[in-house]
């Protein structure tokens, strides 16, 4: 069965203001938040993405009340009825993010059935950080047919120390930590922005709660927390690939949201490629010009405040038509480099082994049939079929619309010819100018 796919064809110069989405790496964490509280929390910003329909569901089977309103992304979220018993596994495996139900659900109940659950194929990233640790604090835990059983008669403070800064694991195990009485630690802590917009809501809560530097989370759990109104925050990996549609078309896109301190890396290397990037002095809002000839800059992921995993794909693209050689290092998945055969297939000249990539810059590109296997993969594949000759049809739409909610609607509005569309392939289909091309006023900086 397809899952639909995406047309792309050449478009240069993408032009205008654009908005940002809420951040799916943020919402998911927030919403399995609320289940630490009873009573309606409002949550505005929320991007109506299938990740975030999934979350919905698994909420709704746990008894609680909740109203989207798509169209001004407001989610109104009521746990007064909530009850663990009944959790909808089939949502579960669809995303790994809800994997973070097991923290709250395991403080508040003490006893969780939840299956393995799903995600992006980008490594084998396994659960252990966040199992060896609920079992650290006092937990019984088992799996069986593909389904883990978590019980506890009591869960006790703990001081934690993650083999590695993993964000799953930090927000899933600050969670727990937050009702249980006496003082916690996280020690090499994730700090993504992501995880600090969970540590805002948390606060919001009454949660006792803070970063001590360097990356340690000390908590003093407290009895009970209550619900809340939060402002999702931007999401800064659109930002990201905004931006790269504007370096690699050689066009002028403005992000009044993009918040600088989040991607502070990955815009020093595109201004090292010889891209104008222009920040706006409180920090917030980026302007990007892209460069006639832009040079091949190296650069390697690591957590934040590092070069973000996720902007790796797209920032490959950026290698691939640029002149000269680069080398990626992954360090935070072992298979992140999906993508790459699929852009050699364009015409790109991209070397991918184990954690190392070689990209040598070519001066075309060329539009065929690619596979996207996760969502950034898809959003870069997208990006490389502005500035291939011909059309590129990208397979694996479903990655797309799990965090995505309307950046099609935006590169078209900045000028992209790029379609999403449902079903089975149409062979004779092509992207129509008539779709792209409409210029959105920008403001000066
Ligand atoms: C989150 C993000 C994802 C991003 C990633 C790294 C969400 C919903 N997803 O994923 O977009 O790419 O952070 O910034 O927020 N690991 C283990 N054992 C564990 C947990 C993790 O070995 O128990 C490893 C993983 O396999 C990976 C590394 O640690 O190699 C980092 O993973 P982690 O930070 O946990 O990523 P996620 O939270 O899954």
Not at 342 to 354: F, Q, R, W, Y
Request: aromatic share 4%; net charge neutral.
């Amino acid at each position: 069965m397809s899952t639909g796919h995406i047309l792309v064809q050449k478009s240069m110069n993408l032009q205008g203001e654009v908005a940002l989405s809420g951040a799916k790496n943020a919402v998911l964490a927030i919403m399995a938040s609320l289940l630490l509280t009873s009573g309606k929390s409002v949550l505005k910003n929320v991007p109506a993405i299938s990740d975030v329909k999934q979350m919905i569901g698994i909420l709704e089977s746990l008894g609680v009340t909740i109203l989207f309103d798509k169209e001004h992304n407001v989610l109104e979220i009521d746990t007064t009825s909530l009850d663990h018993n009944n959790i909808a596994q089939e949502c579960v495996k669809k995303f790994r993010a809800s994997f973070l139900v097991l923290g709250p659900l395991l403080t508040r109940f003490k006893d969780v059935k939840i299956a393995l659950p799903g995600g992006d194929e980008i490594g084998a990233r396994p659960l252990d950080y966040h199992i060896k640790n609920f079992i650290k604090m006092g937990a019984a835990i088992h799996h069986e047919d593909s389904f883990l059983y978590a019980h506890a008669k009591k869960l006790k403070a703990q001081k934690i120390v993650l083999d590695y800064p993993s964000v799953g694991a930090t927000e899933n195990l600050m969670m727990a930590l937050v009702l249980i009485p006496g003082r916690s630690w996280i020690i090499n802590a994730a700090l993504e922005p992501e995880v600090l917009d969970l540590i805002t809501v948390l606060q919001k809560m009454g949660a006792s709660i803070e970063i001590v530097s360097p990356a340690m989370i000390k908590i003093d759990g407290v009895e009970k927390l209550h619900p809340i109104t939060h402002t999702v925050m931007f999401d800064r990996l659109e930002a990201g690939s905004l931006l790269v549609a504007g370096a690699i078309t050689q066009g002028d896109i403005y992000v009044p949201d993009a918040h600088v301190r989040d991607m502070d890396l990955f815009l020093m290397k595109l201004e090292e490629m010889g891209n104008k990037v222009i920040c706006n002095k409180n920090g917030v809002g980026v302007r990007i010009k892209g460069a006639a000839r832009q040079r091949a800059v190296s650069f390697k992921t690591a957590p934040y405040p590092g070069f973000a995993t996720d902007l790796q794909p797209l920032m490959m693209i950026a290698q691939v038509v640029a002149h000269g050689t680069s080398t990626i290092v992954e360090t935070v998945f072992e298979n992140r480099f999906l993508h790459a055969p699929e852009l050699n297939k364009m015409g790109a000249d991209i070397t991918a082994s184990g954690h190392y990539a070689q990209v040598n810059g070519v001066k075309n590109l060329y539009g065929a049939s690619v596979l996207a296997t996760d969502i950034r993969a898809a959003c870069a594949l997208a990006l490389a079929g502005l500035v291939a000759e011909g059309q590129t049809h990208i397979d694996g739409l479903l990655h797309w619309k799990r965090g995505y909610e309307t950046l099609d609607q935006k590169l078209r509005d900045l000028g992209a010819l790029l379609e999403l569309c449902e079903g089975a392939p149409t062979v004779a289909k092509k992207v129509t100018p008539a779709i792209g091309a409409k210029k959105v006023e920008r403001r000066e900086l």
